[in-house]
């Protein structure tokens, strides 16, 4: 079960790595190209908003089931000590959980906007953040000791 959830949460990153692309690049478009704030730019967010809450589901049911997550949460103080523990217990929650709240409130903020210039800006600054704490989160394959599999 437990590998099964990690290859789940594993594709939901490369789904919200590329609709987080396309947000920060529709959004930069528009704001670079003063262009009209389109159906194509609210989808991109929601896509990409959507996403992260599918892969907060996922995390979730893996902080409870995964060994790696039980033994960081059964000695704190011993996985605060270890780098490995302690970014799979802390660290990449609390990043997750932050990019998460970046992306709800920017999708707020961008369905509030008066202006289409406004609603561009908006989506790249709360999105293009929420993106890059994605991205330093992520325990790709060449980050040593946290490094995981591409799938």
Do not use: Y
Not at 23 to 39: E, M
Not at 115 to 120: P, R, S, V, W
């Amino acid at each position: 079960m437990n590998d099964f959830v990690i290859h789940v949460h594993s594709i939901l990153r490369w789904a919200i790595v590329l609709t987080g692309i396309w947000a920060v690049i529709r959004a930069l478009k528009g704001v670079t190209g003063k262009t009209p704030f389109t159906g194509a730019d609210s989808k991109a967010g929601l896509f990409f908003m959507i996403f992260c809450d599918l892969q907060l589901l996922v995390g979730l049911i893996l902080l409870f089931i995964s060994p790696l997550a039980k033994a960081g949460m059964s000695d704190m103080a011993a996985a605060m000590k270890n780098p490995t523990l302690r970014f799979f217990t802390v660290e990449h929650e609390f990043m997750a959980v932050i990019a998460i709240a970046l992306v709800h409130i920017g999708k707020s903020k961008v369905k509030k906007a008066a202006t289409d210039a406004q609603k561009h800006k908006l989506a790249l600054i709360f999105f293009g953040i929420a993106l890059v704490l994605i991205f330093v989160l992520i325990p790709w394959p060449f980050r040593e000791a946290l490094g995981k599999g591409w799938f």
